[in-house]
């Protein structure tokens, strides 16, 4: 192997393997930080979406208690659960209905109820049972308010009052709308369904705002009583304070058509007594608002495959899968895949929700119902590897766990990325550094060896002077061959350079001499011939002595020249001074009379400008006061308008305080009125506890106008007081008017006589206007023609200006010229001319165009 090989393949090596190395370790630390920073970036997010949550829900069922807790303290509602409880006694008391009305109710349950189950997806239902365990007077009440009904379920609440005449329709009718008001207004933000009162006597859902299957049912051994609601009754029922609000876990209510409902209870309290209890169910649609953030998973920082959710003790769901809604075909295949039961998948597919249906048995789940909180990477219910963070949260006694998640791929996606861009760029750097190894090792092959070195040594040796060095390579591959070449090459150089010694020799002394002539030439001797040979020296001799000769000619006519030049612009440089020193002069006089004429005309711009304003001034005068006039002309007649305008209003407030006596004499009727029916509404309320239980309504219309005779009465007092203040007012007001048509009376003479004034001001203003607008108009013409005059100043003084500039140009030129002259002289005086016979006229007669035409003659001639 050559050597080139070699070095070749050791640079590209070295030059490849360091890279391998370090980008394989660079790759493994950078994901294995990244990795952790990610880790705890994504606990961190985790754990705040999931403290929002709880903070969200915990604000949610807060408010819903609230609402609850205020509302059960309500006057009406206890007045309503009372009424509402008697009517549903008297229905009772009444006895069976009838066989059709039985017959409608039964066709309900097994026909349309059913229908409405099958529809919403639920499971099929015996409802032998249910009919059975209703009472005679629930049979009644659900036939008039559910079957007899003619509006569908979901929208019963519009009917009032069913048309039996009954007590409890009576109290329906009464109770009913304000009550529906209320479960509207708090649906909006408290999620409700339905709204529910019950007996405490008998444990009958006495009152339901929608009227589904719970409506007249006992919670004590009706077919509910072992559900839900039926258990928020009880713990409601035997709570200790009526500010006790008790929550009931999500449960499949066969009323609601197997929908998720919760409730929440509280009790109803009639002075000191339990009159009953209020209940509300709710629904999970709230809930499932908040943990899915209104389906915005990405607004809330869930990404693409965060999501949170709620589990309960039960191990399902208590709100949809984010994977239901936006990937429901994987979301479905997935559950199969994890084991899920075919019939659990298809319902959740029927019924497009997962609540009550989606089982999470996760470690995280089990964790958070347990109540232990921590982050951890584990399987969802998916079986899809998440990094999770757990919780529990307790809401009205009932632990839930609160679940928040990333999937793993998704939170460690740019690890990934990173340790590809890693490798991928540790591949491509190592691929470049091979390249520039293998050039580098090229490279070296070249110029780094040991017969390269010895190479440069011989060479080293012949250049100090050794002829009889030589290479004599035996490397026995392509150096040795240089060598060999270098070796001929040197030994036919060397002959060479002797052959070329002796020529040198010759040629050398020939050279001496013509230095030696040339010397002589450079200390100005311009007599020096050069001697000629017979070698390569020899033309350039005999082109020196030529050369010289003419020079010497040529600085004989320059010198000539030179001299009659230097005598000219002398003459012309105390010509040139002079000017300059007149145009100065002239400068000075001419820049003060510019001077002057400035002043002149800026005294005169002042002057006009002062008079314009003295003009626009006198003017503006001039028509304020005639503003100022017909202001004062306005105020005189808007003071009369005002005067009689204050004598209408003062005979209008008299008539007003005629017309409040009046009133005080209806008062007095209505007073009258209101003592007559407060005596009525006592005789009735006597007649009505004369008359026992059948006076009972007759008692309560008595108080009724018992309370409007006192209302009237409290009115007119407050009505008479009213009036007597008005009458007082009045007669201040009349003697205020009084006061002020004094006033302007008085006003309208101080007006007038200003109007005066303001008259004669105003001619003697026009007056000043006319002398200040000839002033002005003589000033303006006085000032354009000092503006005329000063720019005829400024165009001399700018034109004398640029001529001292031209004869200061010029002045300096002529310096320049005579300075040329004398350094001319001087320099053809250092050379030493051949003499010659020239005729030469005496300098200071000859002119200067005849010195220079003789000089070009002699040159000429030469």
């Known amino acids: 192997m050559k050597l080139r090989h070699k070095i070749l393949l050791g640079s590209s090596l070295l030059?490849?393997?360091?890279?391998?190395?370090?980008?394989?370790?660079?790759?493994?630390?950078?994901?294995?930080?990244?990795?952790?920073?990610?880790?705890?970036?994504?606990?961190?997010?985790?754990?705040?979406?999931?403290?929002?949550?709880?903070?969200?829900?915990?604000?949610?069922?807060?408010?819903?208690?609230r609402q609850l807790r205020a509302y059960s303290r309500d006057p009406g509602l206890v007045t309503g659960l009372r009424d509402l409880g008697e009517g549903y006694r008297a229905v009772s008391a009444n006895g069976a209905i009838e066989a059709e009305q039985r017959q409608l109710v039964s066709e309900y349950y097994r026909d349309s109820f059913l229908r409405e189950l099958r529809r919403r997806g639920g499971d099929q239902l015996d409802t032998g049972p249910l009919l059975s365990s209703l009472s005679e007077a629930g049979l009644a009440l659900q036939y008039h308010y559910m079957v007899a009904n003619d509006s569908p379920a979901g929208f019963r609440q519009e009917l009032d009052a069913a048309t039996d005449g009954s007590a409890f329709s009576e109290a329906h009718a009464l109770h009913h709308p304000r009550i529906r008001d209320f479960l509207d207004g708090a649906a909006r933000t408290g999620g409700y369904e339905d709204l529910l009162l019950v007996d405490a006597e008998s444990g009958e859902v006495v009152y339901s705002v929608g009227k589904y299957m719970d409506f007249a049912t006992s919670l004590t051994d009706g077919p509910f009583a072992e559900t839900a609601i039926g258990d928020a009754y009880r713990r409601a029922i035997s709570a200790p304070s009526p500010d006790d609000v008790v929550f009931s876990d999500f449960q499949a209510y066969v009323p609601a058509f197997g929908a998720p409902s919760a409730f929440m209870a509280s009790p109803v309290y009639d002075g000191t007594e339990v009159a009953g209890v209020m209940i509300a169910r709710l629904s999970a649609s709230r809930i499932n608002d908040i943990m899915t953030s209104n389906a915005a998973w990405r607004r809330v920082g869930l990404r693409e495959t965060g999501e949170t959710y709620l589990v309960g003790g039960d191990g399902t769901l208590r709100n949809?899968?984010?994977?239901?809604?936006?990937?429901?075909?994987?979301?479905?295949?997935?559950?199969?895949?994890?084991?899920?039961?075919?019939?659990?998948?298809?319902?959740?597919?029927a019924v497009n929700s997962s609540v009550l249906l989606q089982p999470v048995n996760t470690s995280a789940a089990e964790a958070a119902l347990a109540g232990r909180s921590g982050f951890a990477q584990a399987t969802d219910y998916r079986g899809e590897a998440v990094f999770t963070a757990f919780a529990p949260i307790t809401v009205g006694g009932v632990t839930w766990g609160l679940i928040s998640q990333f999937d793993e791929s998704e939170a460690l996606a740019p690890v990934f990325a990173l340790r590809d861009s890693v490798v991928a760029g540790s591949a491509a750097v190592g691929l470049v550094l091979l390249v520039l190894g293998g050039a580098a090792g090229w490279l070296f092959t070249r110029t780094v060896s040991r017969p390269v070195q010895h190479l440069e040594n011989t060479v080293r040796q012949v250049a100090a002077g050794d002829d009889s060095a030589r290479a004599r390579m035996t490397t026995g591959d392509e150096l040795q061959t240089l060598g060999d070449a270098f070796d001929s090459l040197l030994d036919e150089r060397i002959s060479q350079y002797e052959a070329a010694a002796r020529e040198n020799e010759q040629l050398n002394n020939s050279v001496i001499?013509?230095?030696?002539?040339?010397?002589?030439?450079?200390?100005?001797?311009?007599?020096?011939?050069?001697?000629?040979?017979?070698?390569?020296?020899?033309?350039?001799?005999d082109a020196l002595n030529q050369m010289v000769s003419e020079i010497g000619d040529l600085l004989?006519?320059?010198?000539?020249?030179?001299?009659?030049?230097?005598?000219?612009?002398?003459?012309?440089?105390?010509?040139?001074?002079?000017?300059?020193?007149?145009?100065?002069?002239?400068?000075v006089e001419?820049?003060?009379?510019?001077?002057?004429?400035?002043?002149?005309?800026?005294?005169?711009?002042?002057?006009?400008?002062?008079?314009?304003?003295?003009?626009?001034?006198?003017?503006?005068?001039?028509?304020?006061?005639?503003?100022?006039l017909e202001t004062v002309n306005g105020t005189v007649q808007g003071m009369s308008l005002i005067r009689e305008l204050v004598h209408e209003t003062e005979k209008r407030i008299k008539r007003l305080g005629e017309r409040s006596q009046e009133i005080s004499g209806i008062v007095d009727i209505i007073n009258t009125i209101a003592e007559r029916t407060h005596v009525l509404a006592l005789n009735a309320s006597m007649q009505a506890a004369a008359a026992g239980e059948a006076g009972r309504g007759f008692a309560v219309v008595a108080d009724e106008v018992q309370r409007l005779a006192e209302s009237s009465r409290n009115a007119t007092s407050q009505i008479s007081g009213l009036v007597?203040?008005?009458?007082?007012?009045?007669?201040?007001?009349?003697?205020?008017?009084?006061?002020?048509?004094?006033?302007?009376v008085e006003g309208s003479r101080m007006a007038e006589r200003a109007g005066e004034q303001m008259l004669l001001t105003q001619r003697t203003t026009s007056e000043l206007v006319e002398a200040v607008q000839e002033i002005a108009s003589g000033s303006q013409r006085q000032s354009k023609v000092s503006l005329l005059l000063q720019q005829k100043a400024a165009n001399v003084q700018l034109s004398t200006q640029k001529?001292?500039?031209?004869?200061?140009?010029?002045?300096?030129?002529?310096?320049?010229?005579?300075?040329?002259?004398?350094?001319?002289?001087?320099?053809?005086?250092?050379?030493?001319l051949p003499e010659r016979a020239i005729e030469q006229a005496p300098v200071e007669a000859q002119p200067l165009v005849a010195a220079g035409g003789e000089g070009h003659a002699r040159s000429s001639g030469t």
């Open 513 to 541: 001499e013509l230095l030696r002539a040339v010397s002589q030439l450079s200390q100005q001797d311009l007599t020096v011939k050069v001697p000629v040979t017979e070698d390569v020296t020899g033309p350039v001799a």
């Open 724 to 744: 007597h203040n008005i009458q007082v007012e009045t007669a201040d007001t009349i003697t205020t008017m009084g006061r002020t048509i004094s006033e302007v």
């Open 15 to 65: 030059a490849v393997l360091p890279v391998l190395v370090t980008g394989g370790l660079v790759s493994t630390m950078s994901t294995q930080l990244a990795q952790e920073s990610l880790v705890d970036q994504t606990r961190e997010q985790l754990n705040t979406i999931g403290e929002l949550k709880s903070e969200q829900l915990t604000e949610y069922v807060g408010l819903v208690e």
């Open 556 to 587: 004989n006519d320059a010198s000539f020249v030179a001299e009659r030049v230097g005598l000219a612009s002398r003459r012309l440089k105390l010509q040139a001074d002079k000017v300059r020193q007149m145009a100065q002069d002239e400068g």
């Open 803 to 832: 001529t001292r500039q031209r004869l200061e140009e010029q002045t300096i030129q002529t310096k320049a010229l005579v300075l040329n002259s004398n350094n001319l002289l001087e320099s053809i005086r250092t050379f030493k």
């Open 590 to 628: 001419v820049d003060a009379m510019a001077a002057e004429l400035d002043e002149a005309a800026r005294t005169m711009a002042e002057i006009a400008e002062l008079a314009e304003r003295c003009d626009q001034a006198a003017a503006q005068a001039s028509e304020t006061t005639g503003t100022a």
């Open 320 to 349: 949809n899968s984010r994977f239901l809604v936006e990937q429901a075909p994987e979301y479905l295949q997935a559950l199969r895949n994890v084991g899920v039961g075919a019939g659990v998948v298809d319902r959740i597919e």
